[in-house]
């Protein structure tokens, strides 16, 4: 089973405009949650994790129990934000679980 | 180079070669996986190795041989591969049961199969 959704495959912004990259999980216990962010011709990194709460790059995640949501936001979308992101779920145990990705586009 | 290195990053081989790919980390962490990113796929975990035991295969394929002599290597044999086989293969380490644990990737090695 998908154990991390990400809807969108593509999103376009455009530059100064608010952006929301939506994550949504599957797991029964206390997960621990983190956006990965890959620019072009780089290495997949680590942006931010929940645990930490902090905001990286002018980037924050909320980690909603409720509605099993972690969704990337960020007010203000610069030119240099386009890459693609990840949403990872790490079960504590064996691995961790990857969403399919979401190609964040900011049009100048 | 600190954190992850893969060894090639690029290559291509003809569908009856055997060759390896290789990861290093230098980050002292006790879990290894190798990942294949393919272009219209999400990211696909492959194996995982904790303290050098694989706990996990993800139903791959036999013609990819994962070994894992130590903490710190990582190996990916191909053998006998076939054209949808092409990806970028990443390898990644973290720390498991660490209080906060993270995945550290490689740059990834360009596979091609011609």
């Known amino acids: 089973a998908q154990r991390v959704t990400q809807p969108e495959k593509l999103l376009s912004v455009f530059k100064g405009a608010p952006v929301e990259l939506k994550c949504n999980y599957s797991y029964s216990g206390s997960p621990e949650l983190f956006w990965y962010v890959q620019y072009s011709r780089q290495r997949l990194q680590l942006l931010l994790r929940h645990i930490s709460r902090e905001s990286i790059k002018g980037f924050t995640a909320d980690l909603n129990k409720g509605e099993t949501s972690f969704h990337l936001k960020k007010p203000f979308a610069q030119e240099e934000d386009s890459a693609m992101y990840y949403c990872a779920l790490d079960d504590t145990g064996n691995q961790f679980y990857f969403g399919t990705g979401t190609s964040l586009t900011v049009i100048p | 180079e600190t954190g992850v290195t893969q060894t090639p990053r690029h290559l291509v081989m003809g569908m009856t070669n055997k060759k390896s790919l290789k990861c290093e980390q230098h980050?002292?962490?006790?879990?290894m996986y190798w990942y294949k990113q393919s272009a219209k796929k999400p990211l696909e975990l492959m194996f995982v190795y904790n303290f050098k035991e694989q706990t996990e295969n993800n139903s791959v394929p036999s013609r990819f041989s994962p070994e894992c002599p130590n903490s710190s290597h990582l190996f990916l044999h191909l053998h006998t591969l076939q054209p949808e086989d092409s990806a970028l293969y990443l390898c990644?380490?973290?720390?498991?049961?660490?209080?906060?644990?993270?995945?550290?990737f490689g740059q990834g090695t360009r596979l091609t199969v011609v």
């Open positions: 990644a380490s973290s720390q498991r049961f660490d209080a906060e644990t993270e995945a550290f």
């Open positions: 980050l002292g962490h006790n879990a």
